[in-house]
């Protein structure tokens, strides 16, 4: 049986790399038979607009990480409250990316083996 992670990320994707390397984590667990997943709540919801690039801080370019979120099925969750909070109106369907209300979060958490928050 695959082991499931989810890796959290919460900070902005604006001069951090921790969208960038959540998204590295989670593409390497496969070879390890690890099912990951990624919840982008708080300010990391930003990642989903399509008005952000990443590769102009020198962080993985948005069209390579979402080749590997379709190529592997990767998971892409984001906290529904947060989208409307920070106004990320034009989500990018490359993503692919699940809407979560902020009151399902303990049950999704509960439903992983390990949970990291980056």
Partial sequence: MDKKVLFVVYQAPVGSIWVNEAFRCAFGMYGEDIEPAVLLMDAAVITLSADTCPECL???PVKMVQRYVK????????VEEDVKRFRVENIDAG?????????????????????IFI
């Fill in 58 to 60: 020198g962080l993985l």
């Fill in 71 to 78: 190529r592997y099925e990767t998971p892409v969750y984001a």
């Fill in 95 to 115: 993503y692919r990316a699940q809407m979560l209300a902020q009151s399902s979060l303990s049950e999704f958490f509960h439903s992983f083996d390990s949970v």
